[in-house]
Structures are given as C-alpha cells and as structure tokens.
C-alpha cells in the first residue's frame, strides 16, 4: 500500500508556474487591438512584436494623471502594471465589437470629476481597469436621467444655492425653583414651636 502511494507522488505532473508566458513565436496573434489592427506586429529596427494596445494606454495613463493633477489632486507615476492593466482593457473593448475603444476609455476619464466617489477611487491604471464597467454604468444612468446628473457645464445657468438656515435652539421656559418638602425633622422651625408652645 504505501509502495503504490510512493509511486503515484514520484508521478506527479510538474507544476506550472503562475503567469507563465507564452513563447515569443506565438506572440503575433490576430486578435484586434485598440486600433483594428492586430496587437503584436514586428518592429523594423528590432524585429521584436510592438503592443499598440500598451501604446493606447500610456495615452490613457497621461489623460488620468491630467484630469487628477488639473484638480488638485495626487497622481502616481504609472507603473507597468498599470500600462498592462490598461492595455487589456483596450483589448477586451475591442474584442467586444467596440470600434473606438480609447474613446470610450477618455470618455470615462472625462466623467470621473462629475463624482467625487469615482476620484476616491480611481488614482491609477489598475483603478480605472477595474471600475471601468461601474464607471461607464454610472456615466450611462446620468446622461439617461439628466435631472440627477450634476451640471458641469458653465454655460447653462445652475440652480441658485439657497443659503442654509441657521440653528436657534428653541427658547428655554423659566422654572419656578422647588419648594423643599419638609419631613419635620427636630431641627425643623415649625416643629421646635409646635414642641415649644
């Protein structure tokens, strides 16, 4: 018994590594990139494919740090991750019938200061992959209901704000102070005379 269970473990399939890539001859693929074109082609001057995916992206990765920077805000230097993770969101759009999706891409970076929640959110590549479908989702439901959407254009004129009322406490009414309650001790003045007299 424990022979045929020392075989089976000798036996075992080597395990693969987490994130293996695939060799570099099956790196030119025909799958569509953000451009129509196919992702990988051949670089002249190094023979080496070139993504125009990741290409798209650092323009989308400059677009998020300009609408956060133009605000105020912090904007982390883009890493690979995030150029990667940016990248395969334009390529899931394009494999999703989209024609334009760097379009798509900007758009959604352009709404992001229209909701503070979505600025909390979103501060690099990674973020807006992630969040990209809600974001659209959102974008979506405000151009449908146009009276929950925020006004951001200046040229129509926004609502006057009316100024909030300040709090008055409600006046307080006088109290008459309480009588003591007597509980005729000795030391009372009305028992000493009663005992007195």
């Known amino acids: 018994m424990t022979g045929l269970y020392k075989k089976q473990i000798n036996k075992q399939i080597p395990f693969s590594p987490y994130g293996a890539f695939p060799p570099e001859s099956s790196a030119t693929t025909n799958t569509p990139s ?67 999706p760097m379009a798509l891409v900007l758009e959604a970076i352009a709404y992001l200061p229209e909701r503070d929640f979505w600025l909390r959110q979103v501060m690099a590549g990674r973020d807006l992959a992630k969040r990209f479908d809600r974001i659209r989702n959102d974008m979506l439901v405000d151009q449908a209901c146009p009276a929950r959407r925020r006004v951001s254009d200046t040229s129509e004129p926004a609502e006057p704000d009316i100024p909030a009322q300040p709090w008055i406490p409600k006046p307080v009414e006088a109290k008459a102070a309480p009588v003591p309650v007597c509980r005729h001790h000795g030391s009372c003045e009305h028992v000493k005379a009663a005992l007195a007299g």
């Open 34 to 100: 953000a451009d129509g074109g196919p992702i990988s082609e051949p670089c002249e001057e190094t023979g080496k494919p070139v993504n125009h995916a990741e290409d798209s992206a650092d323009d989308a990765l400059d677009a998020l740090a300009d609408a956060r920077t133009g605000l105020g805000l912090e904007a982390p230097k883009a890493t690979p991750a995030d150029r990667k993770a940016v990248a395969n969101l334009l390529d899931r759009l394009a494999a999703n019938g989209s024609e334009s």
